[in-house]
């Protein structure tokens, strides 16, 4: 099992950048793929982006290539989403989750872990 608590959102001007964080427990982190998800207020979750368990492979949104990247760190049990040229669109609740799954990885019904996640807030 796998508890995951994210950290590091706020609020931000448009154009700033802001790196959230994911603190994952367990012995098994290594044995995972990891996400962040988003969610607007009246829209559904949203896939962002995720990393295979050795980090050396991501799978961003096609829409968000080039100003989100993921990254991890396997002896630390942490997952990390830089956000640059933010816009006022990127606002939502951000979301970490753990999938031990081979499933299609940007659906949310892949990941059976998540945090209670982190709001970013983008002032234009």
């Known amino acids: 099992q796998v508890q995951l608590v994210e950290s590091g959102g706020g609020l931000v001007q448009a154009g700033g950048s802001l790196r959230l964080s994911c603190a994952a427990s367990?012995?098994?982190?290594?044995?995972?793929?990891m996400g962040w998800f988003r969610q607007a207020p009246g829209k559904e979750r949203e896939f962002v982006t995720a990393?295979?368990?050795?980090?050396?492979?991501?799978y961003p949104a096609d829409s968000l290539k080039g100003r989100f990247t993921i990254s991890r760190d396997n002896v630390n049990n942490m997952v990390y989403l830089q956000m640059n040229s933010l816009k006022p669109e990127d606002t939502a609740v951000y979301y970490c989750a753990a999938s031990s799954s081979g499933g299609y990885i940007r659906a949310p019904s892949t990941f059976e872990y998540w945090g209670q996640g982190t709001q970013v807030t983008v002032s234009s």
């Open positions: 990393i295979d368990w050795s980090g050396r492979y991501s």
């Open positions: 367990g012995r098994t982190f290594n044995r995972y793929r």
